[in-house]
């Protein structure tokens, strides 16, 4: 294991560089006797590296997002006023710089170890290594899926091969200078690497921290949402679901523990984890008043989730990790309303609904859960959206979620008022697409987001 520990802190020194081009370490010469992976053993410890594969999802889109609030005196004590920026939506210097850590750092860190790993399979016949490409396959989709909410405008079919996606580092070669990608090659790169890994993976891997076939199968439900391909989206859910299905009932969980639903639960499929964001912390982030009310006082999540502070504000408790890191993986729970949003845009509304019912019966007091129902599909796609935002509450998905909805015309401005100073993003604002990091453009000569 000592050579494994070697690559990863050879990864993890020079992933910077991946997403930069800079010169500086390109000149540096790397040290010849640090030894690499040879086998299926090795690439597995790599990719079982829970910090760098697992860990650090972008944050900084449930920052922008409109379901918590700071208090003026937590605002003005945030640490670095790039917090403060992009609580506010500013257009640019909305990230601390990669060497204090960054989502985009993050990203292509993963990605890095995901390039490496594929790079060198290619280059040797290794026996028993198609599950370690199909779970590099799906971290570096994964990676890519979650980045381009991020950094690029959402998914439009009449501009998304003009509107600037993200550099596709797809080896690990330093010297390839780092372009943006449109935004539909960047959805294109991302479904060629699921769907490539869908034969190599197994249906139930070790531990839910690796991918697998519904893991690859729960991404695709979730990109092609993003992209507006709801057929595709309700096969791929289709599918998922016919591997996993389990819904966890709330009424076994202690509402009165710090954290009710418990880590690697039976609903979770791929578990991954929200980078830290200090804005993000329990203590720290109130939920919308609003959000809160929507919860009928029937409704266990309204406990299992939230917990009153003493000047009676609200704070969320109920991540999917039996701890305070907050779940961005895939569970069952998104599938099903994935295949409601499709099925209720397809017009199909009794297929919602029974969707729907399916986890809401599990999330009420037992015998006092009333079934939906809906008379067209209008209704239905009404009743799954709203559900859909109390489900999946702080699962790093409501920004995606915004910014695709206005793009069909849900009008969702957003607003925010600290210190007697208010801030408005308006709908399809190209604030939405978050600046890239001014050192990563500078080091790159990229082409920065348009304010």
Same mark, same amino acid.
């Given at each position: 294991?000592?050579?494994?520990?070697?690559?990863?802190?050879?990864?993890?020194?020079?992933?910077?560089?991946?997403?930069?081009?800079?010169?500086? &370490?390109?000149?540096?010469?790397? @040290?010849?006797?640090?030894? +690499?992976? #040879?086998?299926?053993?090795?690439?597995?410890?790599?990719? @079982?590296?829970?910090?760098?594969?697992?860990?650090?999802?972008?944050?900084?889109?449930?920052?922008?997002?409109?379901? *918590?609030?700071?208090?003026? /005196?937590? *605002? #003005?004590?945030?640490?670095?006023?790039?917090?403060?920026?992009? &609580?506010?939506?500013?257009?640019?210097? +909305? *990230?601390?710089?990669?060497?204090?850590?960054? @989502?985009?750092?993050?990203?292509?860190?993963?990605?890095? +170890?995901?390039? #490496?790993?594929?790079?060198?399979?290619?280059?040797?016949?290794?026996?028993?290594?198609?599950? =370690?490409?199909?779970?590099?396959?799906?971290?570096?989709?994964?990676?890519?899926?979650?980045?381009?909410? =991020?950094?690029?405008?959402?998914?439009?079919?009449?501009?998304?091969?003009?509107?600037?996606?993200?550099?596709?580092?797809?080896?690990?070669?330093?010297?390839?200078?780092?372009?943006?990608?449109?935004?539909?090659?960047?959805?294109?790169q991302i479904i060629q690497d699921l769907l490539s890994a869908i034969s190599l993976l197994p249906v139930t891997p070790l531990k839910a921290t690796r991918p697998s076939k519904p893991a690859a199968y729960g991404l695709l439900a979730r990109a092609y949402l993003f992209m507006g391909d709801y057929n595709k989206a309700l096969a791929s859910a289709d599918s998922a679901l016919a591997l996993k299905s389990s819904i966890l009932d709330f009424n076994t969980l202690?509402?009165?523990?710090?954290?009710?639903?418990?880590?690697?639960?039976?609903?979770?499929?791929?578990?991954? &984890?929200?980078?830290?964001?200090?804005?993000?912390?329990? $203590?720290?982030?109130?939920?919308?008043?609003?959000?809160?009310? #929507?919860?009928?006082?029937?409704?266990?999540?309204?406990?299992?989730?939230?917990?009153?502070?003493?000047?009676?504000?609200?704070?969320?408790?109920?991540?999917?990790?039996?701890?305070?890191?907050? *779940?961005?993986?895939? /569970?069952?729970?998104?599938?099903?309303?994935?295949?409601?949003?499709?099925?209720?845009?397809?017009?199909?509304?009794?297929?919602?609904?029974?969707?729907?019912?399916?986890?809401?019966?599990?999330?009420?007091?037992?015998?006092?859960?009333?079934?939906?129902?809906?008379?067209?599909?209008? $209704?239905?796609?009404?009743?799954?959206?709203?559900?859909?935002?109390?489900?999946?509450?702080?699962?790093?998905?409501?920004?995606?979620?915004?910014?695709?909805?206005?793009?069909?015309? /849900?009008?969702?401005?957003?607003?925010?008022?600290?210190?007697?100073?208010?801030?408005?993003?308006?709908?399809?604002?190209?604030?939405?697409?978050?600046?890239?990091?001014?050192?990563? =453009?500078?080091?790159?000569?990229?082409?920065?987001?348009?304010?």
């Open positions: 294991m000592k050579k494994n520990k070697y690559f990863i802190v050879l990864i993890l020194l020079t992933a910077t560089t991946v997403l930069s081009g800079c010169e500086k &370490y390109l000149e540096e010469k790397s @040290d010849k006797t640090l030894a +690499v992976p #040879s086998g299926t053993q090795d690439y597995q410890a790599l990719l @079982d590296n829970y910090n760098t594969m697992n860990t650090s999802y972008a944050g900084s889109g449930e920052v922008s997002s409109d379901d *918590f609030y700071l208090s003026d /005196a937590d *605002f #003005s004590n945030l640490f670095q006023e790039s917090d403060k920026r992009m &609580y506010t939506w500013q257009p640019g210097t +909305v *990230f601390a710089t990669a060497a204090n850590g960054n @989502d985009w750092l993050s990203c292509y860190s993963a990605i890095y +170890v995901s390039n #490496s790993i594929l790079d060198d399979l290619a280059k040797q016949e290794l026996p028993g290594s198609g599950n =370690i490409k199909g779970q590099a396959l799906v971290f570096r989709a994964s990676r890519y899926l979650d980045a381009v909410q =991020i950094w690029a405008l959402p998914y439009d079919a009449g501009t998304a091969s003009t509107d600037l996606g993200l550099p596709l580092r797809l080896d690990p070669d330093f010297n390839t200078k780092s372009v943006r990608a449109s935004v539909q090659q960047t959805y294109d202690n509402a009165s523990a710090s954290y009710p639903v418990a880590d690697l639960n039976s609903e979770v499929i791929f578990s991954t &984890y929200m980078y830290a964001e200090y804005q993000l912390v329990s $203590t720290i982030a109130k939920i919308s008043p609003d959000v809160y009310s #929507s919860y009928s006082s029937n409704d266990l999540r309204k406990t299992i989730f939230f917990r009153t502070n003493t000047d009676g504000s609200i704070r969320f408790k109920g991540n999917y990790s039996g701890s305070s890191g907050k *779940f961005t993986g895939i /569970a069952t729970d998104e599938l099903y309303l994935i295949r409601a949003e499709c099925n209720a845009r397809l017009g199909k509304a009794i297929e919602a609904i029974h969707d729907l019912n399916t986890i809401l019966v599990k999330r009420w007091k037992t015998g006092t859960f009333v079934p939906m129902t809906a008379a067209d599909p209008a $209704t239905a796609l009404g009743l799954v959206l709203q559900e859909r935002r109390k489900e999946l509450l702080l699962r790093g998905l409501r920004w995606a979620d915004i910014k695709r909805l206005n793009k069909l015309g /849900a009008n969702l401005t957003l607003t925010r008022t600290t210190n007697g100073q208010s801030y408005t993003l308006p709908p399809n604002d190209l604030r939405s697409a978050l600046a890239i990091p001014e050192d990563v =453009i500078s080091l790159s000569g990229m082409e920065q987001n348009k304010r």
